[in-house]
């Protein structure tokens, strides 16, 4: 097989496979063009609700999250339409994107044609890579942001080659964008390369050039974030008190099954091989590293699924070569692969009806699966409850979502069943502001009479949702007259983060 020879700190040349374009490139249109095909399967996810309604107010940052993501959302219907399948065309495309930078992370680490073909059709068919590509979310381009930055860090490290190190700055900068957790394994490999070397690494001006370059790109974020009281650790620390006890239970399953179950060995292989490998083995140490951070944090357990997606890349080179000649070992590591995309395309996307979801194994395991079911429905209710008000308290009333979904919801129907304005004092839409004081009549939706009482003169439920296969399930619709105090004095007791 023809090669590509690239010199190393060692002075020697490692072998790097030509490329499988061909099979590669197949593989991630079929991604892409499936991913199309279901993207109206189902429905919004609620983030995606809140993306499209956070995109109508473009800034350089939000509360709970940089600005990259609605603004994808914002460009999306404005040239696809304000649908559902318009917001999922990025991912789609994304995927596809993904599939051939792990190919690329496979062939850095020596992995030839098979090795290439098996890494671009496990992330093709896996867990997350599937969900993030079937909806609009931050993990959506985590992936293939990190992904990106894995592979110029090997280029770097394996090459020597310093610069790519300014190639991982930008990568690095643009990530910033969408989630900071960029920062997390740019940490974690720079206390890996402290470690284990190489050293001569950080004596390379590059590196530090590429550093520079990161800050640069990402100026813009960082002002607004400390401009604006550092709302994204005042979101971690509300997401630890909130989630943080329930992250770290499901941490260390989730790592199981994020790629692909069956194939954890894969992964298992992948680490041995980075840690074998001086030249890289700073990144053997970073998964590790990351994953203590984020356990004592308490944050999800995808927030390290960018180096999962490396241990599987690098995990299919020996695993192809541990196979190679032996058709009972190769019959094996099909059956795994095999097995891994029925059970992963049953749990990631969209094939059990909609109206089956709710109780499933799916629904209790895929939390983006049970929140995109039953919006529409979720919209009509609430209309039912504004329309039964007399025609009076109408002209006076606003919507009030107990949180972003609930408003986002409520914002997309809003034109279809001439809702009123809709108000929430969850994450960033409590710092869109009160209600106008006209407003003396509140359809309140998810919030509890626990929440109301004292709040205005006078609360009745008036309904419960049905029809969601989520959280949104049996939820109030209450409807509350004359507030206690005015709304800008009310507003700061409503406020509440997660």
């Known amino acids: 097989m023809a090669t590509t020879p690239q010199i190393t700190r060692t002075g020697r040349e490692p072998s790097v496979p030509r490329f499988a374009l061909r099979p590669v490139g197949a593989i ?71 599939v051939v930078l792990v190919a690329c992370v496979a062939r850095e680490l020596g992995g030839g044609r098979a090795a290439q073909i098996m890494a671009a059709a496990g992330i093709a068919t ?41 190639a991982v700055g ?37 590196l530090w050039l590429g550093a520079l370059l990161a800050l640069a790109i990402a100026a813009p974020n960082v002002v ?30 989730l790592q199981l099954v994020l790629v692909s179950w069956p194939l954890v060995l894969v992964m298992v292989a992948g680490w041995i091989r980075l840690w074998r490998d001086r030249a890289v083995r700073s990144l053997a140490i970073a998964y590790p590293l990351c994953c203590a951070v984020v356990l004592y944090a308490g944050g999800r357990p995808d927030y390290v699924a960018g180096l999962l997606l490396l241990l599987f890349a690098a995990g299919c080179v020996p695993t192809v070569k541990w196979a190679a000649g032996r058709p009972r070992r ?29 109780g499933t194994p799916v629904a209790l395991a ?86 109301l009482t004292g709040r205005f003169s006078r609360c009745d439920q008036v309904a419960s949702i049905d029809g969601m296969a989520g959280e949104e399930q049996g939820v109030p619709i209450t409807v509350c007259r004359d507030p206690a105090t005015s709304w800008a004095a009310l507003w700061p007791r409503l406020r509440h983060y997660s």
């Open 366 to 451: 895929n939390e983006v699966a049970r929140e995109s079911v039953g919006w529409p429905g979720f919209a009509a209710q609430v209309a039912a409850a504004v329309r039964a008000l007399p025609a009076e308290d109408r002209a006076r009333a606003i919507l009030l979502a107990a949180n972003y979904g609930e408003a986002g919801a409520l914002d997309r129907w809003a034109g279809e069943y001439a809702l009123p304005p809709v108000h929430s004092p969850h994450n960033e839409l409590y710092w869109w502001g009160p209600p106008p004081e006209t407003a003396r009549v509140a359809v309140v939706v998810g919030a509890p009479s626990s929440f």
């Open 224 to 253: 607004y974030q400390a401009t604006h009281e550092w709302p994204q650790a005042q979101m971690a620390a509300a997401l630890k008190i909130d989630e943080g006890d329930d992250n770290r239970i499901t941490f260390v399953p």
């Open 170 to 206: 930008a990568a690095a900068g643009v990530a910033a964008y969408n989630r900071q957790l960029i920062v997390l394994l740019l940490v974690g490999v720079g206390a890996g390369i402290l470690l284990a070397g190489p050293r001569t690494a950080l004596r390379d001006p590059r």
């Open 126 to 166: 896996g867990l997350f890579p599937l969900v993030a590509g079937h909806s609009l979310l931050t993990l959506t381009f985590d992936l293939p942001l990190w992904t990106a930055a894995i592979l110029f860090i090997l280029r770097a490290l394996r090459r020597s080659d310093g610069r790519w190190w300014l």
């Open 28 to 98: 991630a249109l079929a991604a892409t063009a499936v991913l199309l095909v279901v993207s109206p399967w189902y429905g919004y996810h609620r983030d995606e609700l809140y993306f499209r309604l956070l995109g109508q107010r473009p800034r350089l940052g939000y509360f709970d999250t940089p600005p990259l993501t609605p603004l994808v959302a914002r460009i999306s219907t404005a040239l696809f339409g304000d649908t559902v399948t318009a917001l999922r065309i990025v991912p789609a495309l994304l995927t596809g994107v993904l």
């Open 330 to 358: 190769r019959a094996l590591v099909t059956a795994a692969v095999a097995l891994g995309v029925v059970s992963n395309v049953v749990f990631a996307l969209p094939v059990i009806p909609a109206q089956s979801l709710r």
